[in-house]
């Protein structure tokens, strides 16, 4: 059922003021043909936790504990972090392919949009000859929506919204089963963005892949993902399908996420906010890395760090959680009956 | 624009090796064999290939040889001249040499005074029979007998008159009456073989010249490796660079060529003053700055600036055996009546020529002895030529040139006609030394054809050197020259000083390969 | 790491300029008669052909190198610093003028200038040296200055002082120069070390001042005398050596600050990845 | 009251590297075309639109960064002519500019306090270092950057982006403005700390009766904390109203395809998969009707004839053929 | 197009600018060539007679404009005037006769300290962390090297202790020019040090930028795209990486061949190469103004070719160029 099993991942950039905990003890399942929507503030390792799972980690980035299993469609497991050089790269893009923030970084500037597809094509499927790649060029552009003449076009000349539907269209070359999609949207405008989350969504349908949805906007998370993550200070702090953390989020961190935006449509809500700045996570604030921030800290917090559980209430307690779509999710808060640790240090 | 040929057009020499020559500094060469051009020209033009009428050995002033010419006779007050040419001489293309191409030679010289290099105020030329030819002057010109007979190589007729101007006139295929003709010519070297129909037979013995193109710096390695058999070459350290410790076989003779001075410029109010000349010229140590800044190349000047040896005869019998010596002690006693705060000179040197330089920082440590303080500064070539040329300068070292008798250095140091005023450029005579005695001393020596009349004066101005201070000689310039032995004999050397021994000198380099001779294996 | 070895580089060089001539107190250009002396305890680095003492020579000769480094470095990045903020600021005509310019001084090959120039210099004093080499140097550290400030200028920093009412000369010195100073610096560091070399060839060729000593004229000397082939290595290592050292030093700065201003560029120890 | 208007303010950039026209010249971009807009004290207007619509334009148009191509600026309806000089300082100290980037709007080499007090010393508000002193420190207390000492001598690298945001704010009242013209004050920001600074802003405009206009691509955030709302595409005004009218009626289409595409998880009705096509280019913007290409109800006359203004009624008003109907084509 | 056509106006406006640079230096500056010849041919020429030299010389009295009329009417005829080093020779005959060396010696020298430079430069800032960084600071070391002071170190250690290469001249005494193989080898062998010190020398400049240039486009999403692609490091590094870092720095190099040039110079001198650098010094020391401009233009002219090489190349390699301006 996982294609993906990311076990007690932790990642440090190490540099000479100490180590930065960017990803710690990040546990997480990508089900098949799933969206799973990774959310949270800026520097909370969303990015980086993205970049692990592919290995696209460079120093002064270090994995420095956990694992990452993947399964094939046929049910053999491959550990992704004990890849061999070679294994890595069949890996890469035949079975997991990436789609990143901005396109027009993420598209050599030199060479056209169906060169860069055809690369892809030549390096995995050597057998394929000149002819099929181009016309599979044509065909992946023209399933995001680009006219095959475009395929000799650079990227400067394609608009944001093409450049983007490009990268996905690379994207999908290979077929894989996983695609990582690290805030795809966020440099274009909401129209475009909406085109482009139907896209996805229709590819998805027809090809059957998996989707980690990487952005800081929760709103639009809801709207396009199966399951969210909420990550804060470089651990997943609540999981759960969109409608129960829609409904009834349990974490005040997401509640506080939440009530940060705006609404457009129903009645004026009042916006609650988060108090407070992100933390530095050089030096993170003992205990859960959330209590300085959260109105609702009890002493137990500043002390004992929450692990990832099964929680039963949601932070007011009354919602609680109800039934199949609570059960799946999984909650770090001690407010919710979590099980937390004794801080070692 | 090479004459193919091989090793030698006509094998006179047979098996004798080729003499690699290195005369001047340079990277490349340009096609130029005219002989009248200045330093585009090759070197061995003139001497080698166009030979000139008589010869004058510099290292034994009074010496002529007849070459071309066999005689020659004033007439008209020195006017006029007469040659006597040389008969049976051919071109190298076998047309006979004659009065004709003597008198073309210097009615080119007339009509082409950029070509007049010598300045020579040539009124008109006739050749009076195949082997007579007279040359008229304006002035009286006994003085400038070596400027017409040694210094001006004669052009075939029949060639030159087809060149519409001489002036920029190149002559690659060049045809002359000397012992070589050119055979090969590139960027890099050219060659020069025997020319079998020499008229002094069997001569040269040589009978391949090579001349490569070297840079100063290039030359050193190629002495020290032994690809050069003759060089005119500045070595910093002879013994080790080129010696090597075969002194039998890697010879050198650096003999005299004109003097270097220290110049007072005679328009200051101190520098004006004798006994600040003398004062300085005591405290200075000649020896010193010829063993250490001129490696002990050459000699302390004598205090004529007469070079010596060979130029007894015109040096004035009391002073022959005078020579610099420091004394401190009188150096002060003559300042005594000059302000000491007056005695700051700077010394002008330019500074690309390091060995100047060097004795320049030696003059201001002797100097700075007997309280003169002396700013010692280097400045770039032309820099140097300008302002001391102009008279903008305090103190300064310059070499005068000599010739084939003192006379010419005396005349050029010292004739008042040369001191322009200062702002304006001289040609001679930097220190601007204005004195009636000299000026008629001078004009006398122009005005004689007798020789011992023209020793008198030269004498007469070597007096005024010893006793006035006009410039202050330092040491004589060398001439440089290395030559080896392994394969041929019978160069130059200080006891038989037949010619200048540098290959740089024309047409003395020519006369020194007419010497040589194979060595014996 | 790299900074502070340079630094280290930079403060010994500059401590033999300033304090060396203090300490040694000989005349470097004092002759003496025991010449060509390899190294030995009365001479450290032996003596020139004419028994010039080469240390002396070298610790004098920092002096006026590094002096003219400087001088026309100084004189250089003035002239960047107002070509290029100016230009690059004020756009418009006065932009295209300066830097049509910039650009004109920029591909004239400037050694053969620098040549050409100190060939027709009359006085071939270390000030003229060094201006001749600044006028022919300033071209790059201005355009580096000008784009700098183009991408400034449009910064919200520069847009918001406008706003507020700051004069355009303010702007300039106060808000631009300021965030332009590793830049400055690089540049100017750059060419220090391009005005040293400078001024070594040109006395290596015998075209600047040769009666005082500077590291190009000692190679002068040691070129003309013929050191290399008389073994003398001596001779003409040291003040090579030196240039180099120096050049190193400086660019070893220069990265520093590059790796501060952009840290893609610092060099890493790879970590194995994972246990 | 209003406070400040401009009228039908056009700009065209030539710009000096785009590429050149047939003629050799090159064509104009034209990023802001006949806009008219109205700043009330004491009230927060929003301009929203898609990126690259031309609010910064209209942002720095009013605040006099770059002057207009062509339409006239009016200061408490006084037309304002002064590009320099002691008139133009004065205007400067009436209109303030907040930009986006509160990363890049501080210099990094000046201290808290040097960016506060030259705006002061600038427009002679303190002229002793005492009265700087205090007057820098009220202003820190105004945008709640206390202890008002600790902040003062930091650079901006020490502060987080919301305190930068306030700092930069600080800056612009330090001037003293009747009229603050903030261009997208919080999209660089972090969502859970966008709400502080939002807040601020309006407490000013409710407290010192600053006329406000609040720049932005959030519509939604808009509806929150303007009174009203004018929209913008491709540098012609669109539509304009009370901001709670406008986001739950909207008259314009394009109005329409904005809110609908605004992420909203409390969205009934998932709305239509149709593309839309991108942005125009504002160098040979479509003729008529900016919309009409991308338009879903598009008439024929939308591609010819640019829409005049249609007054709806309750300060509501429109530029579209179609502004009658009220639903042009129910779905 | 509209980029070339834009360049090529300014390299128009830069060779004038040189072609008057050039006509100006010389007469503003003081001295006398004529007076410098006498000086140096001492006593060889009477000072009587440089009047007469100074006129075949070409040395003019006329007004400023006027010479400078005269002078563009010249250069436009392709005449340079006469050298007065080398008189009678056409300075044109001199330029050609000493151009094919340096064209040969510095054009091939640098090709190869650039594509070895640049090629290390790649793997460098690919390697890094490795040994390969080790070059860095021998690279930073030989940035700061005189170019002469790297040709007296090789003369010493492989001409004079070694002597496995000649030390001076383009070829050997015992060749001929021609198109003959024994004359190419020696070219060659001749050739060999001068090359490999300026390949040394200007090396290390285009390592360092390489790198630089390099290492911020490694850190570039397409980079990391195309490794997430899997492709091959070969192809990662050559084709996206080094594809784009060369860019900028195509700029930077044909900018640098103004220093590379002056560098050459003074290591023609150092190995006696009979090439342009030679004759500038020359005329430098003999105040031989015909020469020196001549030069001085042939040099600049083809630092301009180079450059507008540049840019041509620029356009060539980067797509974005041709649409845009700048
Ligand atoms: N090269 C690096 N060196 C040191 N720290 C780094 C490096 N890259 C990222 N970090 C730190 O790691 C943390 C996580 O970064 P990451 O990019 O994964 O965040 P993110 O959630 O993707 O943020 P964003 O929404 O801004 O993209 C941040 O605190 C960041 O400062
Ligand atoms: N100085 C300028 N020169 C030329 N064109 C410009 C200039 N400034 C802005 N533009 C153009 O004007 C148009 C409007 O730009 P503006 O910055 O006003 O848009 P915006 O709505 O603020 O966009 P964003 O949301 O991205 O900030 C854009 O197409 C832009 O490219
Ligand atoms: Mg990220
Ligand atoms: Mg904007």
Known sequence: MNVLEIRDLGVDYLSQTGAVHAVADVSLDLRRGEILGLAGESGSGKSTLANAVARLLRPPAAITSGSVVYHRQDGTAVDVLALKRDELRAFRWKELAVVFQSAMNSLNPVSTVGAQIDDVLRIHAPKMSRQDRAERAVELLQRVGISADRRRSYPHELSGGMRQRAAIAIALALNPEVIIMDEPTTALDVVVQRDILHEIRALREEYGFAVVFITHDLSLLMEISDRIAIMYAGRVVETGTAEALHRAPRHPYTLGLLRSFPRLHGPREELLGIPGTPPDLRSLPPGCAFHPRCGRAMEECSTRLPLLTRGTDGPDGADGADGADGADGEVACLLNGGRGVEEAS | ?521 | ?275 | ?331 | ?326
């Open chain 4, 1 to 331: 009251m209003i406070v400040l208007e401009g009228r039908n303010l056009t700009k065209h950039f030539t710009s000096a590297r785009g590429p050149r026209g047939r003629l050799g010249k090159r064509p104009p971009v034209r990023a802001v075309e006949d806009v008219s807009i109205a700043l009330r004290a004491g009230s927060v207007s929003a301009l929203v639109g898609e990126s690259g619509c031309g609010k910064s334009t209209v942002a720095r148009l009013l605040a006099q960064v770059y002057p207009a191509t062509s339409g006239e600026l009016l200061l408490r309806g006084e037309p304002v002519r002064a590009r320099r000089g002691a008139a133009f300082r004065d205007y400067r100290r009436q209109v303030q500019l907040i930009f986006q980037d509160p990363f890049s709007s501080l210099n990094p080499f000046h201290r808290v306090r040097y960016h506060l007090a030259r705006p002061l010393r600038i427009h002679g508000h303190a002229r002793s270092d005492e009265q700087e002193r205090t007057m820098v420190a009220e202003l820190l207390e105004r945008v709640s950057l206390t202890p008002v000492e600790q902040f003062m001598d930091k650079l901006p690298h020490e502060l987080s982006g919301g305190q930068r945001q306030r700092v930069a704010i600080a800056r612009a009242l330090a001037v003293q403005p009747v009229a603050l013209i903030a261009d997208e004050p919080v999209s660089m920001l972090d969502v859970s700390i966008r709400l502080g600074v939002l807040r601020l802003l309006e407490e000013l405009a409710k407290e010192s009766g600053l006329a406000l206009l609040y720049i932005t691509h959030d519509i939604a955030s808009a509806r929150y904390f303007a009174e009203d709302i004018t929209v913008m595409y491709a540098g012609r005004l669109i539509e304009s109203g009370p901001s709670e009218a406008l986001t739950q009626s909207p008259r314009h289409p394009y109005t329409r395809l904005l809110l609908e595409s605004a992420p909203d998880p409390d969205r009934v009705t998932p709305p239509d998969a149709t593309r839309h096509g991108e942005p125009p280019s504002l160098i040979a913007p479509p003729g008529g009707c900016r919309f009409h290409p991308r338009c879903p109800v598009a008439l024929p006359v939308c591609s010819s004839e640019a829409p005049g203004r249609t007054e709806l009624g309750e300060g509501r008003w429109t530029h579209c053929w179609q502004a009658e109907t009220p639903d042009p084509v129910a779905r």
């Open chain 3, 1 to 275: 790491m790299k900074i502070k070895i340079g630094f280290g580089i930079l403060v010994f060089f500059a401590l033999m300029a300033l304090a060396g001539p203090l300490l040694i107190g000989a005349d470097p250009a004092a002759t003496s008669e025991d010449g060509l002396q390899g190294p030995s305890a009365e001479h450290w680095l032996g003596t020139t052909q004419t028994g010039q003492d080469i240390l002396t020579q070298i610790v004098y000769g920092a002096r006026i190198s590094m002096g003219v480094g400087v001088l026309s470095a100084v004189i250089a990045n003035l002239l960047a610093i107002l070509v290029g903020l100016v230009g690059g600021y004020f756009g418009g005509a006065v932009d295209e003028v300066l830097s049509v310019l910039t650009n004109i001084f920029l591909v004239l090959p400037a050694l053969p200038l620098i040549i050409v120039l100190a060939g027709y210099l009359p006085q071939r004093g270390v000030g003229s040296v060094a201006v001749v080499i600044a006028v022919t140097g300033w071209a790059w550290g201005a355009r580096v200055l000008r784009a700098q400030t183009l991408s400034v200028r449009r910064r919200d920093f520069v847009q918001a002082a406008r706003a507020s009412g700051e004069g355009p000369l303010r702007i300039i010195f106060f808000e631009i120069m300021p965030v332009l100073l590793p830049v400055i610096a690089t540049s100017f560091l750059a060419t220090v070390v391009a005005a040293i070399l400078a001024e070594a060839g040109l006395s290596f060729l015998g075209l600047a001042d040769l009666s005082t000593v500077s590291w190009g004229s000692m190679l002068y000397f040691a070129q003309n005398g013929q050191a290399l082939l008389i073994g003398a290595w001596w001779w003409f290592i040291p003040p090579g050596l030196c240039i180099a050292l120096i050049g190193t030093g400086l660019a070893l700065v220069n990265f520093g600050i590059d790796e501060i201003a952009n840290p893609r560029l610092r060099t890493v120890k790879v970590r194995k990845a994972r246990t």
């Open chain 5, 1 to 326: 197009m509209r980029f070339l056509a834009r360049r090529l106006g300014f390299y128009l406006l830069t060779a004038w600018a040189a072609i008057t640079l050039n006509f100006l230096i010389p007469r503003l500056m003081p001295g006398d060539p004529v007076e410098l010849l006498v000086a140096r041919m001492k006593g060889n020429v009477e000072p009587e007679a440089i009047d007469a030299m100074r006129r075949a010389f070409g040395i003019s009295d006329a007004n400023l404009w006027q010479q400078y009329l005269d002078y563009l009417g010249n250069l436009a005829r392709g005449e340079l005037g006469r050298s007065i080093t080398f008189f009678p020779t056409e300075v044109s005959t001199v330029i050609a006769d000493s151009l094919p060396w340096t064209v040969g010696l510095v054009g091939v020298a640098t090709l190869i300290s650039y594509l070895i430079g640049t090629s290390l430069g790649v793997l460098m800032a690919w390697k890094r962390g490795t040994w390969l960084d080790g070059v860095l600071p021998a690279a930073t070391f030989m940035h700061a090297v005189p170019y002469f002071w790297v040709a007296l170190a090789l003369v010493f250690v492989f001409g004079v202790t070694l002597q496995w290469f000649p030390v001076s001249r383009a070829y050997g005494l015992d060749v001929m020019p021609g198109m003959t193989g024994e004359f190419a080898a020696s070219v060659l062998y001749h050739a060999a040090l001068p090359a490999i010190t300026i390949v040394i020398a200007s090396m290390a400049d285009r390592i360092l930028g390489m790198r630089n240039v390099m290492v911020t486009t490694l850190g570039e999403d397409y980079v990391v795209m195309a490794e997430a692609k899997g492709l091959t490091s070969r192809r990662v590094m050559w084709a996206y990486a080094a594809r784009n870092a060369i860019l900028p720095n195509i700029t930077s190099f044909a900018l640098s061949l103004g220093f590379v040039v002056g560098g050459s110079v003074l290591t023609e001198i150092v190995f006696s190469y009979p090439g342009i650098g030679s004759m500038l010094l020359k005329g430098v020391e003999n105040e031989d103004f015909p020469l020196m401009q001549g030069i001085f233009l042939v040099i600049s002219l083809a630092v301009l070719v180079a450059n507008f090489l540049a840019d041509l190349a620029y356009v060539v390699l980067d797509p974005r160029t041709r649409q845009e301006s700048e």
């Open chain 2, 1 to 521: 624009g090479c004459s193919g040929g091989g090793s030698g057009g006509s094998g006179g020499g047979e098996n004798a090796p080729p003499l690699i020559i290195h005369a001047v500094d340079a990277g490349t060469f340009q096609e130029d064999f005219n002989p009248y051009h200045l330093e585009g020209v090759n070197f061995g033009t003139s001497g080698m290939i166009h030979e000139t009428l008589m010869y004058f050995n510099k290292l034994k002033p009074g010496e002529i040889t007849p070459w071309l010419a066999l005689k020659h006779e004033w007439s008209d007050k020195g006017k006029s001249v007469t040659f006597t040419l040389r008969k049976g001489v051919k071109w190298s293309d076998g047309k006979p040499f004659t009065a004709e191409d003597v008198a073309f030679t210097f009615q080119m010289l007339k009509d082409n005074p950029e070509l007049n290099r010598n300045a020579l105020e040539i009124t008109g030329t006739e050749a009076l029979a195949p082997d007579k030819v007279r040359i008229d002057f304006e002035n009286t010109s006994y003085a400038k007998l070596f400027n017409i007979a040694g210094n001006s190589p004669i052009v075939p007729k029949h060639l030159w008159e087809k060149q519409k101007d001489p002036v920029t006139f190149t002559n690659p295929k060049p045809v002359g009456t000397g012992p070589y003709t050119l055979s090969k010519f590139s960027a890099q070297l050219y060659e020069m073989v025997k020319n079998p129909s020499y008229w002094q037979p069997g001569k040269p013995e040589v009978p391949v010249l090579r001349f490569p193109a070297y840079t100063a710096n290039a030359v050193q390695t190629a002495l020290q490796q032994g690809e050069v058999d003759w060089a005119g070459a500045f070595v910093p350290d002879i013994q080790k660079i080129y010696v090597q410790g075969k002194p039998e076989q890697n010879k050198f003779f650096f003999p005299p060529e004109g003097v270097v001075t220290l110049l007072p410029n005679l328009t200051h109010p101190i520098l004006s003053k004798p006994e600040v000349r003398q004062a300085i010229s005591l405290a200075i140590d000649r020896d010193k700055i010829v063993r250490v800044a001129e490696r002990g190349y050459t000699k302390v000047a004598h205090p004529t600036g007469v070079p010596m040896p060979g130029g007894e005869a015109y040096v004035p019998p009391e002073y022959k055996d005078a020579a610099f010596k420091v004394d401190l002690a009188k150096a002060k006693e003559l300042l005594k009546g000059v302000d000491p705060a007056k005695l700051k000179f700077t010394l002008l040197v330019p500074s690309p020529f390091t060995d100047w330089v060097n004795a320049a920082q030696l003059i201001r440590e002797d100097l700075a002895k007997i309280g003169i303080t002396v700013d010692t500064r280097g400045v770039a070539f032309q820099d140097w030529v300008s302002k001391v040329g102009k008279g903008n300068y305090e103190l300064s070292i310059r070499a005068t040139a000599s010739g084939p008798t003192p006379y010419y250095q005396m005349r050029s140091m010292l004739f008042g006609g040369l001191a322009e005023p200062v702002g304006e450029s001289a040609t001679g005579n930097y220190q601007r030394w204005k004195d009636a005695e000299t000026d008629r001393l001078i004009e006398e020596y122009a005005a004689t054809e007798d020789e011992a009349e023209q020793q008198q004066a030269t004498q007469g101005l070597g007096k005024i050197m010893v006793e006035k201070l006009p410039t202050l000689p330092l040491f004589y310039s060398p001439s440089w020259a290395q030559y080896r032995t392994n394969k041929y004999v019978g160069w130059p050397s200080e006891q038989d000083p037949y010619a200048m021994p540098s290959p740089y000198t024309s047409p003395d380099a020519a006369v020194v390969l007419l010497h040589l001779k194979p060595a014996a294996k």
